[in-house]
Nanobody, 126 residues
């Protein structure tokens, strides 16, 4: 069982930056793909970014490409999401997730992730 806890959310002005963290306990994350998803009010949950268990491969939604960076520190059992140039549309609850694919790949489908955190709120104001 993997327990995930997100932190780092908050209120930021448009154009600002935030860094989200996802701390894991229960098992080492070194063999898990890590992903970030988000859900805005009235919208479905959507994929944001993913990183393979080695950290070599990353995958981003088009809406965040060039602005967000996903990373991981397997020694610290933590994943991160650096968010720059934030826009109003980035306002959402952000969730981290862990999955165990059969290969060292970054996945963008929520059904491929077995473990989820409770989320952290990110609010971007004008």
């Amino acid at each position: 069982q993997v327990h995930l806890v997100e932190s780092g959310g908050g209120l930021v002005q448009a154009g600002g930056s935030l860094r989200l963290s996802c701390a894991a306990s229960g098992r080492s994350l070194s063999s898990y793909v890590m992903g970030w998803f988000r859900q805005a009010p009235g919208k479905e949950r959507e994929f944001v970014a993913a990183i393979s268990w080695s950290g070599i491969r990353t995958y981003y939604a088009d809406s965040v490409k060039g602005r967000f960076t996903i990373s991981r520190d397997n020694a610290e059992n933590t994943a991160y999401l650096q968010m720059n140039s934030l826009k109003l549309d980035d306002t959402a609850v952000y969730y981290c997730a862990a999955g165990s694919p059969s290969s060292d790949s970054a996945r963008n489908q929520s059904y491929e992730y077995a473990y989820w955190g409770l989320g952290t709120q990110v609010t971007v104001s004008s």
